[in-house]
């Protein structure tokens, strides 16, 4: 209801952003068991249709805050690994490289 109050978004809009937003969010932590007994993870698909104006990507910007917060701090976390990962293995190809020389003498 806040963002319906902060954007004046239709309703239908807000919801359908803010249950996606929440899908995405969990979607590596949630599964859903089926009536059927199969279990899902809570992936959604939505589809907002609206004419230009009516705040589609305001309310996408609101929902979507977090996740793309996330993302850029995994990103920044996943970088920073790979570099360490980088170094250790060119000072390990180093090493493996002086004790072959050394055998071969």
């Given amino acids: 209801m806040e963002a319906e109050a902060i954007t004046k978004a239709p309703k239908p809009m807000v919801y359908l952003t803010a249950i996606g937003s929440v899908s995405a969010a969990l979607q590596g932590l949630v599964n859903v068991e089926l009536p059927s007994g199969g279990i899902?993870?809570?992936?959604?698909?939505?589809?907002?249709?609206?004419?230009?104006?009516?705040?589609?990507?305001?309310?996408?910007?609101?929902?979507?805050?977090g996740i793309e917060s996330f993302i850029s701090e995994s990103t920044k976390e996943h970088k920073r690994m790979l570099r360490k990962y980088e170094l250790e293995l060119e000072l390990h190809e180093n090493e493996a490289a002086k004790i072959k020389r050394r055998l071969i003498k």
Avoid at 40 to 61: L, Y
């Fill in 40 to 65: 899902r993870p809570v992936s959604m698909w939505g589809m907002t249709i609206a004419e230009s104006g009516e705040r589609k990507s305001t309310v996408d910007n609101i929902f979507s805050k």
